[in-house]
């Protein structure tokens, strides 16, 4: 017996593989690196920067929170800046801590004049023997942009950009 086979052409049907190949995710991959790597450094000096300009507002609020309260409270308030803590402390004539403020541990912030340790506010809007002080604000990534918090005789508060880190 003969087994007949019908003359129905079987064709080989290639099926449609949808995908990438090796090489096009090796591709992508390796431009991915040399896109982070180009912006790498510019995402660090951002994060420095911001920082400097957080440790700066903090500083800032905390002298304008002291002037306000220096009139509020009809006595001297005085704003020490402890380095080795990391903080800002705000105190009243019987040294009662009013409020603290953190550093960020990467800020750096020098006082001129040198000599000065804590600017005192009065209640007659003005800073004790007529301070003026400036706090320069730094961060430990050098390519940060450093910020000044200047406080005026008339205990004006203000933050701008300058100065200089060593």
Known sequence: MNAAIPNSSYKCQAKSVSGFTLIELMVTIAVLAIIVSIAAPNVSTQLANQRVKATAATLENALK?????S??????IEVIHDSTANTI???NVSDKVLSTYNINIESTVTITPNTATSVTFQPNKATFNGAQVVYTVCDSN??????QVEVSAIANVSNKLGGTCS
């Open 65 to 69: 929170e002291a002037k306000a309260e």
């Open 71 to 76: 009139v509020i409270r009809r006595q001297n």
């Open 89 to 91: 402390t705000l105190e």
């Open 142 to 147: 050098t390519k940060a942009t450093p910020r």
